[in-house]
């Protein structure tokens, strides 16, 4: 199997998705960074998104997202896409994507000895009201 830059092109598509909404989006570039993309609202108010991809049909990982706290949490959001086992496939139908207010995150964590993840499951189980929320982040 191929190996994919699933986080690359999962941020890609977030960021096709909010200009396609009509907002005005930038994505940001570097590791270990925190914030994958800056939206800014039409009141002028900036938002920030961190995008988590995955090739399959596993949990996120996220120890960065749960040991660190963005400076302004209430205007940050996750953007959680899962491309279904798929990847390779641009046939595919869009892959799934869940957005999640940062302060709505923690329902969705599963910790480990040395590491955290979103958990697939609980996206999935409680998750639905988040399945293609882009409202969340337009405002």
Not at 6 to 26: D, I, K, P, Q, Y
């Amino acid at each position: 199997m191929p190996r994919y830059d699933t986080n690359l092109a999962s941020e890609f598509h977030v960021l096709a998705c909010l200009h396609r909404l009509g907002m005005s989006t930038n994505l940001t570039l570097g590791n270990k960074k925190g914030v994958d993309v800056v939206v800014v609202r039409e009141s002028g108010a900036a938002v920030t998104v961190e995008v988590k991809g995955l090739a399959g049909r596993y949990e996120w990982p996220a120890s960065n997202l749960v040991d660190t706290k963005p400076l302004r949490p209430q205007d940050h959001s996750v953007a959680l896409v899962g491309f279904e086992n798929r990847t390779g496939d641009v046939s595919m139908p869009p892959p799934s994507v869940w957005i999640i207010p940062f302060p709505e995150l923690e329902q969705f964590v599963s910790r480990y000895t040395n590491r955290s993840n979103m958990s697939r499951r609980k996206v999935l189980q409680n998750g639905e009201r988040f399945r293609n929320a882009w409202s969340l982040i337009g405002g």
